[in-house]
């Protein structure tokens, strides 16, 4: 089937909650895409911050198809190597962290909900409210979506789950003003990915970090979007010096398969016992195996430093191609999580860049997104920062 067909077929039976752009993709090598027509893009997007080692990794690959052939599935009622192995390399990352394993960035964040309220409960003198932050996103769930401090998403889903309270993000007097009596946790992301690239003040993270230390809170960082090396640290909050209580992963973790993960302090994750919590795909053998090859390629090829080093770059590049378009309003970002804010809706860009064969994202309407693979090399993103420049200089 060409593009077309596809996208035919598509219309006549999927769902439409996507909006979708004209391309069918059908397969990818490193940071390159090609559509159903047989045509090549760079890809900037990396679908949605999932494919970090970019498509066809013959390491990512190769694990995959062994896991595939040697096990692919096995109840929770029993062990399996990879979930094991998985979980114990994310704790070490963390700092004796104990870990539970799903399939996808809402369920990672359902499971810190559920872990933050059970502790409330248990240990925290019966607390539940979570404060977040306006303008966040945390998932698609109807708790996930309570969370998420941007109203247009829970539109038409009322009544919002109880026990979520969103003040400004990036405001430290709001959020110390929202907590109460029955205030159990603060959720945040260490940069806001949907929310249009917003990153912190500096000393942000830490002064919130203080504030739940003195009043008993836990701390849990969205890290679905930013996690994995994206910002140029294997952890965004790593910028800012602290450590949360809870942190949550999906997206890159396993490199394009499903996973979620829901990494807690020890003392925190002790008030999960058999029957609080599951899921039946949770620690999928062949997604931990991914996940695996995953973390070993970004130690061995140096990619978060490559994520540090090339994001530098491309913003500083970025920054001077906005001084000759007066429709860029700011550049920002960290590593290769790169917004280029714009005073008009940034889709057009987007189907720009698309035409020359380049993939990028809008987000929060006005903001263009950038997400290459960390694998991206100095080369590919020259071409694409000179795509970029072509489609934004077209704007005035
Ligand atoms: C910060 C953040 N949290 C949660 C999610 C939800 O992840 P998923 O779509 O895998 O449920 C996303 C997805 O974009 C995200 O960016």
Redesign the pocket.
């Known amino acids: 089937m060409g593009n077309a067909q596809v996208i035919e077929l598509a219309h006549r039976s999927q769902v439409n909650v996507y909006r979708c752009l004209p391309v069918a993709f059908v397969r990818g090598q490193g940071p390159y895409l090609y559509d159903a027509d047989g045509n090549r893009y760079l890809d900037f997007f990396s679908g ?1 911050a999932v494919t970090g080692l970019g498509q066809g990794h013959p390491r990512l690959v190769e694990a995959i198809c062994e896991q595939a052939k040697r096990l692919l599935h096995v109840s929770n009622v029993f062990h399996t190597e990879p979930a094991a192995r998985l979980a114990e390399r994310l704790s070490v990352l963390f700092g004796d962290g104990k870990v539970f394993l799903s399939n ?3 369920e990672a ?1 359902e499971a810190a909900i559920k872990l933050a309220r059970l502790w409330g409960h248990r240990a925290g003198g019966g607390r539940f409210e979570i404060v977040t932050a306006a303008n966040s ?4 769930t109807l708790a996930t979506l309570a969370a998420t401090g941007q109203e247009q998403y829970r539109r038409g889903f009322e009544p919002a789950m109880p026990g979520f309270r969103v003040v400004p993000f990036n405001d430290l007097p709001a959020l110390a003003a929202a907590v109460g009596p029955q205030t159990v946790a603060v959720m945040l ?1 260490p940069i806001q ?2 929310g249009g690239v917003v990153a912190p003040h500096p000393d942000y993270l830490q002064e919130v970090r203080v504030l739940c230390d003195r009043q008993a809170l836990l701390l849990i960082l ?1 890290e ?2 930013t996690g994995m090396g994206r910002t140029g640290k294997m952890f965004a909050y790593q910028h800012s010096a602290i450590n949360p209580d809870i942190v949550t992963l ?2 890159s973790l396993a490199g394009g398969l499903p996973i979620g993960a829901t990494i807690a302090h020890s003392r925190i994750a002790a008030v999960f016992e058999p029957g609080s919590h599951g899921s039946t795909f949770g620690g999928n053998p062949v997604a931990c195996a991914a996940a695996l090859a995953v973390l070993d390629v970004l130690n061995e090829e140096g990619l978060v430093d490559n994520a540090a080093r090339l994001g530098e770059y491309m913003l500083e590049r970025l920054r001077q191609i906005a001084r000759q378009c007066p429709a860029v309003v700011e550049v920002r970002g960290k590593g290769l999580l790169i917004g280029i804010a714009l005073d008009r809706p940034a889709r057009p860009v987007v189907e720009h860049c698309l035409k020359e064969r380049l993939v990028t994202n809008a987000t929060a309407e006005t903001v263009l997104r950038l997400l290459p693979p960390l694998i991206v090399e100095r080369e590919e993103a020259d071409l694409a920062l000179n795509i970029i420049e072509r489609a934004l200089r077209g704007l005035n």
Do not use: T
């Not at 996103?137 to 698609?140: D, I, L, N, Q």
């Open positions: 949605l996808s960035g809402a964040n996103f945390h998932g698609r992301e990915g949907e969205d679905i979007q999906a997206k």
